[in-house]
């Protein structure tokens, strides 16, 4: 079983700057950024990206499968080129976080009032 703090360790270990795939993509979205034209196509490339996979992620919500994760992965990538994304990204882990804490607490409350029983 995965615990928060298991995930909480994968998380940052995902996250850390020095990965090699994260030095190399810094280095192409340099050079993008360094032209102007390039920069604004790339933006709107990320942004229909990004949405595309978010608003089909929300689709797929009600249906059994990973729709919430699509969500995320949607929102992941539109946090790549804008600041709202990543807010929102950061607000999104900071309520998963609570609500995971809940249901633990929750599953060890009904644990323990069918012992008790």
Known sequence: MTTEQHLSREIV???RH???????????????HGRPALRRT???L???LGG????VGLALVP????GWLVVFLGLAI???EFAWARRLAAFTKRQLARFWAWWQARRAAKTAAGDAA
């Open 42 to 44: 790339y933006r709107v």
């Open 63 to 66: 249906l059994p499968g990973p």
């Open 18 to 32: 020095d990965r090699p795939i994260r030095r190399w993509l810094r280095g192409i979205r340099r050079r993008i």
């Open 78 to 80: 539109l946090g790549t």
């Open 13 to 15: 270990e995902g996250e």
């Open 52 to 55: 595309t996979i978010a608003v």
């Open 46 to 48: 990320v942004g229909v």
